[in-house]
Nanobody, 122 residues
Framework: QVQLVESGGGSVQAGGSLRLSCTAS?????MGWFRQTPGKEREGVAA???????FYADSVKGRFTLSSDNAKNTLYMQMNNLRPEDTAIYYC???????????????????WGQGTQVTVSA
């Protein structure tokens, strides 16, 4: 099983920026970020696969950007112009399937990170 290690969460004011990192113990087909708030289901935020196919939630398009360092098996998500509604626990996920299946959680993911808190104050 692929191990995922996340970092980069924190607290910022609205309009601020954070960058999340997720490092996998080895290469895997697709990786992405999900978030969850109390009482709500976990939702896909952004995902990418080895073909470069990328998905973003409508709520983050134009504000969040994925990038990767393939040599380090690391996925980054730059989050700009953060809003209070972005407050959540963010989880990195990875799977052998493609980005569409991962982003939409249409398959049980192979691996999940431990989660990192992002808090955006008004």
């Amino acid at each position: 099983q692929v191990q995922l290690v996340e970092s980069g969460g924190g607290s910022v004011q609205a309009g601020g920026s954070l960058r999340l990192s997720c490092t996998a113990s080895r290469h895997i087909t697709s990786m992405g970020w999900f978030r969850q708030t109390p009482g709500k289901e976990r939702e896909g935020v952004a995902a990418v696969d080895e073909d470069g196919t990328t998905f973003y939630a409508d709520s983050v398009k134009g504000r969040f950007t994925l990038s990767s360092d393939n040599a380090k098996n690391t996925l980054y998500m730059q989050m700009n112009n953060l809003r209070p509604e972005d407050t959540a626990i963010y989880y990195c996920g990875a799977d052998r399937s493609n980005a569409r299946l991962l982003f939409n959680q249409l398959v049980p993911l192979d691996s999940w990170g431990q989660g990192t808190q992002v808090t955006v104050s008004a």
